[in-house]
DNA sequence: GCGCAAAATGTGAGTCACTAACATTATCGC
DNA sequence: GCGATAATGTTAGTGACTCACATTTTGCGC
């Protein structure tokens, strides 16, 4: 169940680290927009052509939107009578404020890329597709129609996105933090 | 105050609107992703260089996202005890429900090829960086705190552009009437 | 160790969105 | 008709991304 921490790691797993960590490395020194995919293919030691085997698009090495199965049971396990929005923001809430701290520093790096860089605000918001359809999927098999499920689920991951983008500007908050506080925003009502 | 409406069109004008017919026919009939800008000038009667000194990019012909006073003056509007979240929920209802009914056939020829073209929900979401700021603006000129204003506005544009989809899959309804739909959706409190 | 299938990577050529410097043509007021 | 200026064209380039095909590496059974 666990990963094998003592084994050498792949070579798969040695380039998509290089190409990730030289990646993230020259987008914070000289931006996003400025860095060239063959800069960081040529500073992990590959070529152009084996960067698009790791990611399909440029972006990807920023914004991977890995499906969650714990978000759909957060979501899951929020009340039935309550309306979908307000199930989806409750879910979302929980699902974040369970994750382990140590990923932050992550997340944070890429956020506060994505952050400063126009032209990734939009590829943020199209790399949510995945949650998305889950937060969907989830709502509708709990009864909600599939429009009213629609709606809730963007709004929803619209505000954990500018909680998101929020949080990475400003220095001193905590990410749970700064995820409650945004959804605070739209759960106006209860 | 008015337009002329007699007077020959200038060259320019004439140019802006075979490109803008010729655009979007082109990608009615194969995809947006399948027509290239080369096609579009050629069936305009132009360059590919004429283009893009009418639009910045290729999605600029078919996502315009003008800065709306009306939308302004709408959530401006709303009471001030309002919640933030509430008072630009129920400006943009107000704003979208006063659109005059001839716009809509444009607005849906459009809206239904973003909606069927995967790489422009994101583009749709870039796009409202006009609106998002106006609305954020003057949330905060009217006392909320910036960053409240940044998740309130993105949200409730989040729900405007999921509406705004789901009215253009489906044939029957109006437009005010989708927008209400879904602006429902997200004020569950009141 | 050895060999070999499969995985990983490289090469080269091409498409398309988009940019920039400079030359050319069309338009419109006078 | 004439001239300033707006509109357009030309050429050349960059960078993201794709594809077909060739070559190297890796890891595993023996």
Chains 1, 2 share one sequence.
Not at 27 to 48: K, L, P, S, W
Request: no cysteine.
């Amino acid at each position: 169940m666990t990963i094998d921490t003592n084994r050498r790691p792949s070579k798969r797993e040695r380039t998509l680290a290089a190409l990730v960590e030289h990646g993230l490395d020259l987008f914070e020194r000289q931006g996003y927009d400025q860095t060239t995919v063959a800069q960081i293919a040529r500073a992990a030691g590959v070529t152009e052509m084996t960067f698009f085997r790791y990611f399909p698009a440029k972006e990807h090495l920023l914004l991977d939107d890995p499906y969650d199965p714990q978000l759909t049971a957060a979501v899951a396990a929020q009340p039935r009578d309550l309306p979908p929005f307000l199930r989806a923001a409750r879910g979302i809430r929980a699902a974040w404020r369970a994750l382990p701290e140590p990923e932050t520093p992550s997340i944070r790096r890429r956020v506060r890329i994505a952050a400063g860089t126009p032209s990734l605000r939009g590829a943020m918001w199209r790399n949510t597709g995945n949650t998305e359809r889950a937060i969907v999927e989830q709502l509708v098999a709990d009864g909600a129609s599939p429009d009213e499920a629609r709606v809730a689920a963007a709004s929803v991951l619209a505000a954990l996105v500018a909680g998101l983008f929020l949080w990475a500007e400003q220095e001193r908050t905590t990410l749970a933090d700064a995820i409650e506080r945004a959804l605070d925003v739209i759960e106006v009502g209860a």
